[in-house]
C-alpha cells in the first residue's frame, strides 16, 4: 500500500516539475527582455518577445500591459466615489519613478463567463479598470542608443459584449503588431456603473463612451512615445465596439481623435445601440429597486448607489434588469444625452439615425464588415433547436416580436415578415425554417443598420465593405449555426497563430484548434486591417497582389453595393441581401409607422389588446356565427311555408256576376247623385262670390272718397299754416334789419 502511494506521488512530482520546466522553457525562449520608454505622464517599463510566426523569426514586439489613461482610483484617495463612480474621467493620469507595465490589470466588472471562454482563469474584475494594453513593433536591430525613427500606423481596438462584458486580455495585438502596426486595447466601464442614466443631470450617463474618449486623448498625447503615428490612428471595433466606433463618428467630443475607423459586426443605428431616455430611467429605477436604493428621486437614488452600494452589489442587480417588452439588447447602453447637459458637453447631442443625415459627421475612410450568419448567436434557445425550427414556433417568435411594438399594421407586418422569410420551395421544411429565422435576426440586428450606415457614409467618403463567410473544417460552432457572430474577429487577431507559447504568454485559450487553410485567412485578413490602416486601402497598388490571394479589394460602390467575399475563392461580389435589408430600412416602417432606427413612440408595457392571432380567431367566429342564423332564420322560413294552407284557383260563379250587376247600377246612382251636389255647389259658389265682390267695390269706393277728402282739408290747412308762418318771419326779420341798422348807425 505505502509503496503504491509513493510511486504515485513520484509520477505527480515528477510530471509537475517536467511541466513547470516546460513552462518556464518557453518564456525563457520567448522573453527577450525588459524595454522602457520616456512618456509625457513618466517613464514605463515594458517587455520585449521574439515572433513565435515562423514566417517572421527576426521580428519582435515590445508590450505594455495595463497603461492608466485616467486617474486611478488610488490617486483619487478617499473621495474617490464622489469623483470617479458615475462621473466623465476628467483628470490625466501621472506616476512618479518608472510605471511597471509588464501585467494586466483587472477588467471592469462585470459577469465574468463570457470572458471565461478565452481567457484562462478570468476573474479578476476591479472597480479600477481604466487602463490599456499597447503592443508596438521592434526591429531587433533597435537598441536605446540607437532607435528606429520610424512612427507605426495606429489601431485603437474597443472590444464588443454588448456593453455589459469584454476586456482587453480576450484581444492580443501582437499579432498585428508583427506586421508593423502599433495596436492599442481599451478596458472602459460597462454595465450600470458604465451606463446608467437618470434622465437628469444627478446620473447623465454615457460613462463608458467618455472612459473611451478619454483614451483616445491619451494615445493622441503619447503614442509617438510608442513610434505610433498620431496623425494614422484607426479606430475599430466589433458588436457594441463596432457601435462605439459609429458614434464617435457622429459625436462632437471625439473630433480629431482618429482618422481612419473600421466597424465589424455593429452599427451605430441598431435598436440596440441607443436607449431611449424613457427607458434608461425606468431601468435605473429597477436597478435601484433591486439594490433596496430610493427610487423616487434622482438625487438621493444616486447617493445611495455612489456611496453605499459595493460595485458587486450593483453588477449583479444589473444583470436582473429585464429589458422592457418589445427591446432587444441590453438595458445599458450609451443614451442621448444632449437634453440633458446640453449639447456642447453631450457626447450624442441627438440620436445617430438623425446626426447620420446632417452634414457634420466625421468623414473619414470607413471599413465595414459582417459575416454570413450574424442572427445564428442570437435566436432563441427553442427545445430541439437541433433538428430545426417548425412553423408554429416561427410563427410565434413573430408574434412576440410584434406583439409589444406599438406597429399601426400587425396583422399586414406579421404577415409581410412570413412572406419575406419563407423558403417557398420547401415552406414547411424545419431546417429552412431554422435557417430562415437565422437571416431575419441577423439582418434585423446587424445587416439592415449596417446597410444604412454605409449608403450614408459613402456619399462623402470612402468605404470598403467585406462578409466573412469562411467556415473552418474544425469549426467549434454546430455546422448548422454556419460562420456566427464574431468569427472573423480571431482571424484579424491571429488566433489561428497561437501556439504553445502564445498561450502560456498571453493566456489565451482559443476555442477550437486551427489548420494551415486556417492561418491562411488570417494572414489575408491582417495584411489587409494593416494595409488599411496604414495607406487607407486595404489592397494598395505597389504590394505584391499574391498577399491578397490575388484579388484586389474593390471600394464599395452605391450603384451596385460592391463588397469583398472572403472565403477559400475570396472575390468582389455585388448586391449583399439588398432586398431584405431594404424591407427593413423602407418597408417595415410603412407598415410599424415608424423606422426600426429611430422610433419616438415608446414600447408598450401591456400587450395590445387582440393581437393577429386572436383577431382572426374572432373574426372566424363572428363569420360562423352569422352563417349559422342565417342558416336557422332559412330552415325556419321553409317550415313555415310548408305549413301554410293552399287555396284553389278562383273560378267566376253566376252568384258573382248578379253581385257585380248590384255594384255597377249602385255605382251609376253614386255617380248621378254626385254630379247633381257638384252643380248645386257651383251655382251657391258663383252667387256668393259675386256678392262679395260686389260688397268690396262699394267699400273700396267710399274709402276712396273719404281719403281725397281728407287729403283736400290737409292741404288747405298745411297751406294756411304755411302763409301765416311765412309772414311772421317776413315782419320778424324786417324788424331785426331795422334793429341791426340803427345799431349799426350809432
Given at each position: 500500500?505505502?509503496?503504491?502511494?509513493?510511486?504515485?506521488?513520484?509520477?505527480?512530482?515528477?510530471?509537475?516539475?517536467?511541466?513547470?520546466?516546460?513552462?518556464?522553457?518557453?518564456?525563457?525562449?520567448?522573453?527577450?527582455?525588459?524595454?522602457?520608454?520616456?512618456?509625457?505622464?513618466?517613464?514605463?517599463?515594458?517587455?520585449?518577445?521574439?515572433?513565435?510566426?515562423?514566417?517572421?523569426?527576426?521580428?519582435?514586439?515590445?508590450?505594455?500591459?495595463?497603461?492608466?489613461?485616467?486617474?486611478?482610483?488610488?490617486?483619487?484617495?478617499?473621495?474617490?466615489?464622489?469623483?470617479?463612480?458615475?462621473?466623465?474621467?476628467?483628470?490625466?493620469?501621472?506616476?512618479?519613478?518608472?510605471?511597471?507595465?509588464?501585467?494586466?490589470?483587472?477588467?471592469?466588472?462585470?459577469?465574468?463567463?463570457?470572458?471565461?471562454?478565452?481567457?484562462?482563469?478570468?476573474?479578476?474584475?476591479?472597480?479600477?479598470?481604466?487602463?490599456?494594453?499597447?503592443?508596438?513593433?521592434?526591429?531587433?536591430?533597435?537598441?536605446?542608443?540607437?532607435?528606429?525613427?520610424?512612427?507605426?500606423?495606429?489601431?485603437?481596438?474597443?472590444?464588443?459584449?454588448?456593453?455589459?462584458?469584454?476586456?482587453?486580455?480576450?484581444?492580443?495585438?501582437?499579432?498585428?503588431?508583427?506586421?508593423?502596426?502599433?495596436?492599442?486595447?481599451?478596458?472602459?466601464?460597462?454595465?450600470?456603473?458604465?451606463?446608467?442614466?437618470?434622465?437628469?443631470?444627478?446620473?447623465?450617463?454615457?460613462?463608458?463612451?467618455?472612459d473611451q474618449v478619454k483614451a483616445m486623448q491619451f494615445?493622441?498625447?503619447?503614442?509617438?512615445?510608442?513610434?505610433?503615428?498620431?496623425?494614422?490612428?484607426?479606430?475599430?471595433?466589433?458588436?457594441?465596439?463596432?457601435?462605439?466606433?459609429?458614434?464617435?463618428?457622429?459625436?462632437?467630443?471625439?473630433?480629431?481623435?482618429?482618422?481612419?475607423?473600421?466597424?465589424?459586426?455593429?452599427?451605430?443605428?441598431?435598436?440596440?445601440?441607443?436607449?431611449?431616455?424613457?427607458?434608461?430611467?425606468?431601468?435605473?429605477?429597477?436597478?435601484?429597486?433591486?439594490?433596496?436604493?430610493?427610487?423616487?428621486?434622482?438625487?438621493?437614488?444616486?447617493?445611495?448607489?455612489?456611496?453605499?452600494?459595493?460595485?458587486?452589489?450593483?453588477?449583479?442587480?444589473?444583470?436582473?434588469?429585464?429589458?422592457?417588452?418589445?427591446?432587444?439588447?441590453?438595458?445599458?447602453?450609451?443614451?442621448?444625452?444632449?437634453?440633458?447637459?446640453?449639447?456642447?458637453?453631450?457626447?450624442?447631442?441627438?440620436?445617430?439615425?438623425?446626426?447620420?443625415?446632417?452634414?457634420?459627421?466625421?468623414?473619414?475612410?470607413?471599413?465595414?464588415?459582417?459575416?454570413?450568419?450574424?442572427?445564428?448567436?442570437?435566436?432563441?434557445?427553442?427545445?430541439?433547436?437541433?433538428?430545426?425550427?417548425?412553423?408554429?414556433?416561427?410563427?410565434?417568435?413573430?408574434?412576440?416580436?410584434?406583439?409589444?411594438?406599438?406597429?399601426?399594421?400587425?396583422?399586414?407586418?406579421?404577415?409581410?415578415?412570413?412572406?419575406?422569410?419563407?423558403?417557398?420551395?420547401?415552406?414547411?421544411?424545419?431546417?429552412?425554417?431554422?435557417?430562415?429565422?437565422?437571416?431575419?435576426?441577423?439582418?434585423?440586428?446587424?445587416?439592415?443598420?449596417?446597410?444604412?450606415?454605409?449608403?450614408?457614409?459613402?456619399?462623402?467618403?470612402?468605404?470598403?465593405?467585406?462578409?466573412?463567410?469562411?467556415?473552418?473544417?474544425?469549426?467549434?460552432?454546430?455546422?448548422?449555426?454556419?460562420?456566427?457572430?464574431?468569427?472573423?474577429?480571431?482571424?484579424?487577431?491571429?488566433?489561428?497563430?497561437?501556439?504553445?507559447?502564445?498561450?502560456?504568454?498571453?493566456?489565451?485559450?482559443?476555442?477550437?484548434?486551427?489548420?494551415?487553410?486556417?492561418?491562411?485567412?488570417?494572414?489575408?485578413?491582417?495584411?489587409?486591417?494593416?494595409?488599411?490602416?496604414?495607406?487607407?486601402?486595404?489592397?494598395?497598388?505597389?504590394?505584391?497582389?499574391?498577399?491578397?490571394?490575388?484579388?484586389?479589394?474593390?471600394?464599395?460602390?452605391?450603384?451596385?453595393?460592391?463588397?469583398?467575399?472572403?472565403?477559400?475563392?475570396?472575390?468582389?461580389?455585388?448586391?449583399?441581401?439588398?432586398?431584405?435589408?431594404?424591407?427593413?430600412?423602407?418597408?417595415?416602417?410603412?407598415?410599424?409607422?415608424?423606422?426600426?432606427?429611430?422610433?419616438?413612440?415608446?414600447?408598450?408595457?401591456?400587450?395590445?389588446?387582440?393581437?393577429?392571432?386572436?383577431?382572426?380567431?374572432?373574426?372566424?367566429?363572428?363569420?360562423?356565427?352569422?352563417?349559422?342564423?342565417?342558416?336557422?332564420?332559412?330552415?325556419?322560413?321553409?317550415?313555415?311555408?310548408?305549413?301554410?294552407?293552399?287555396?284553389?284557383?278562383?273560378?267566376?260563379?253566376?252568384?258573382?256576376?248578379?253581385?257585380?250587376?248590384?255594384?255597377?247600377?249602385?255605382?251609376?246612382?253614386?255617380?248621378?247623385?254626385?254630379?247633381?251636389?257638384?252643380?248645386?255647389?257651383?251655382?251657391?259658389?258663383?252667387?256668393?262670390?259675386?256678392?262679395?265682390n260686389d260688397r268690396f267695390d262699394r267699400s273700396t269706393?267710399?274709402?276712396?272718397?273719404?281719403?281725397?277728402?281728407?287729403?283736400?282739408?290737409?292741404?288747405?290747412?298745411?297751406?294756411?299754416?304755411?302763409?301765416?308762418?311765412?309772414?311772421?318771419?317776413?315782419?320778424?326779420?324786417?324788424?331785426?334789419?331795422?334793429?341791426?341798422?340803427?345799431?349799426?348807425?350809432?
Open positions: 500500500m505505502w509503496s503504491t502511494k509513493f510511486l504515485l506521488w513520484t509520477l505527480w512530482l515528477f510530471t509537475t516539475v517536467v511541466n513547470s520546466e516546460v513552462v518556464v522553457d518557453i518564456k525563457l525562449k520567448s522573453f527577450a527582455g525588459y524595454i522602457e520608454k520616456d512618456t509625457p505622464y513618466g517613464k514605463i517599463r515594458g517587455m520585449t518577445y521574439y515572433s513565435q510566426y515562423e514566417q517572421l523569426p527576426d521580428r519582435q514586439v515590445n508590450v505594455f500591459l495595463g497603461v492608466p489613461y485616467a486617474k486611478t482610483l488610488e490617486q483619487h484617495g478617499s473621495q474617490w466615489r464622489e469623483k470617479y463612480r458615475f462621473h466623465n474621467p476628467d483628470d490625466d493620469p501621472y506616476w512618479y519613478g518608472t510605471y511597471d507595465a509588464t501585467k494586466h490589470k483587472p477588467a471592469c466588472p462585470q459577469m465574468p463567463w463570457y470572458v471565461k471562454e478565452t481567457v484562462l482563469n478570468f476573474n479578476e474584475v476591479a472597480e479600477d479598470c481604466l487602463y490599456l494594453d499597447i503592443y508596438t513593433p521592434n526591429i531587433a536591430s533597435e537598441s536605446k542608443n540607437n532607435p528606429s525613427p520610424n512612427l507605426y500606423p495606429v489601431i485603437v481596438y474597443l472590444h464588443g459584449g454588448g456593453f455589459i462584458m469584454g476586456a482587453s486580455k480576450q484581444w492580443p495585438g501582437i499579432f498585428l503588431a508583427e506586421r508593423f502596426t502599433v495596436v492599442v486595447v481599451v478596458n472602459f466601464r460597462l454595465n450600470a456603473l458604465g451606463f446608467l442614466s437618470t434622465g437628469d443631470r444627478y446620473s447623465p450617463g454615457n460613462y463608458g463612451m467618455f494615445v493622441r498625447k503619447a503614442i509617438r512615445s510608442f513610434r505610433g503615428d498620431p496623425n494614422r490612428i484607426t479606430l475599430m471595433g466589433h458588436s457594441s465596439g463596432a457601435a462605439a466606433v459609429g458614434m464617435h463618428l457622429l459625436s462632437g467630443r471625439s473630433v480629431d481623435l482618429f482618422h481612419r475607423a473600421a466597424m465589424m459586426s455593429g452599427s451605430e443605428l441598431s435598436e440596440w445601440a441607443v436607449i431611449p431616455l424613457h427607458e434608461a430611467k425606468e431601468y435605473a429605477k429597477r436597478l435601484s429597486r433591486e439594490v433596496g436604493c430610493p427610487t423616487g428621486d434622482s438625487l438621493q437614488m444616486m447617493d445611495c448607489l455612489r456611496n453605499y452600494r459595493s460595485f458587486e452589489q450593483i453588477v449583479n442587480a444589473s444583470a436582473k434588469v429585464p429589458m422592457l417588452p418589445g427591446r432587444i439588447g441590453n438595458p445599458w447602453a450609451p443614451v442621448v444625452d444632449g437634453p440633458i447637459v446640453g449639447v456642447n458637453y453631450a457626447f450624442l447631442s441627438e440620436h445617430p439615425a438623425l446626426l447620420r443625415r446632417q452634414v457634420g459627421q466625421k468623414k473619414v475612410s470607413l471599413m465595414v464588415g459582417m459575416v454570413k450568419d450574424e442572427g445564428a448567436f442570437f435566436i432563441p434557445n427553442l427545445p430541439n433547436l437541433i433538428d430545426g425550427v417548425t412553423e408554429p414556433q416561427f410563427s410565434n417568435i413573430i408574434d412576440e416580436f410584434i406583439r409589444y411594438r406599438n406597429v399601426e399594421k400587425p396583422i399586414a407586418l406579421k404577415d409581410a415578415i412570413e412572406f419575406q422569410y419563407t423558403y417557398w420551395p420547401q415552406p414547411s421544411n424545419y431546417s429552412f425554417i431554422r435557417k430562415k429565422l437565422i437571416e431575419m435576426m441577423g439582418d434585423y440586428m446587424f445587416g439592415a443598420a449596417i446597410s444604412e450606415t454605409i449608403r450614408q457614409h459613402v456619399q462623402h467618403s470612402t468605404v470598403y465593405s467585406y462578409v466573412f463567410e469562411y467556415s473552418s473544417l474544425r469549426n467549434y460552432v454546430p455546422q448548422w449555426r454556419g460562420v456566427s457572430h464574431g468569427q472573423d474577429m480571431d482571424y484579424i487577431f491571429g488566433l489561428p497563430f497561437i501556439n504553445e507559447t502564445y498561450r502560456e504568454l498571453l493566456g489565451i485559450f482559443p476555442r477550437q484548434y486551427y489548420d494551415y487553410s486556417d492561418r491562411n485567412i488570417s494572414e489575408y485578413m491582417i495584411n489587409m486591417i494593416t494595409n488599411f490602416t496604414s495607406s487607407g486601402e486595404p489592397t494598395p497598388e505597389g504590394e505584391q497582389i499574391k498577399n491578397f490571394r490575388n484579388v484586389r479589394w474593390w471600394h464599395y460602390n452605391k450603384e451596385n453595393h460592391t463588397y469583398l467575399c472572403i472565403n477559400n475563392k475570396s472575390r468582389n461580389l455585388d448586391s449583399y441581401r439588398q432586398n431584405e435589408f431594404h424591407f427593413w430600412n423602407d418597408y417595415y416602417p410603412k407598415l410599424a409607422g415608424y423606422s426600426i432606427y429611430y422610433r419616438s413612440q415608446p414600447a408598450s408595457e401591456n400587450p395590445a389588446k387582440t393581437s393577429s392571432f386572436e383577431l382572426a380567431t374572432w373574426s372566424l367566429a363572428a363569420a360562423c356565427g352569422v352563417l349559422l342564423f342565417t342558416v336557422i332564420c332559412l330552415a325556419i322560413l321553409l317550415c313555415w311555408r310548408s305549413r301554410t294552407k293552399k287555396y284553389p284557383k278562383y273560378h267566376a260563379s253566376p252568384t258573382s256576376e248578379r253581385q257585380y250587376d248590384r255594384y255597377d247600377r249602385s255605382t251609376a246612382g253614386y255617380e248621378d247623385r254626385y254630379d247633381r251636389s257638384t252643380t248645386g255647389y257651383d251655382d251657391r259658389y258663383d252667387r256668393s262670390t259675386a256678392a262679395y269706393a267710399a274709402y276712396n272718397d273719404k281719403y281725397d277728402r281728407s287729403t283736400a282739408a290737409y292741404n288747405d290747412r298745411y297751406d294756411r299754416s304755411t302763409a301765416g308762418y311765412n309772414d311772421r318771419y317776413d315782419r320778424s326779420t324786417a324788424g331785426y334789419d331795422d334793429r341791426y341798422d340803427r345799431s349799426t348807425a350809432c
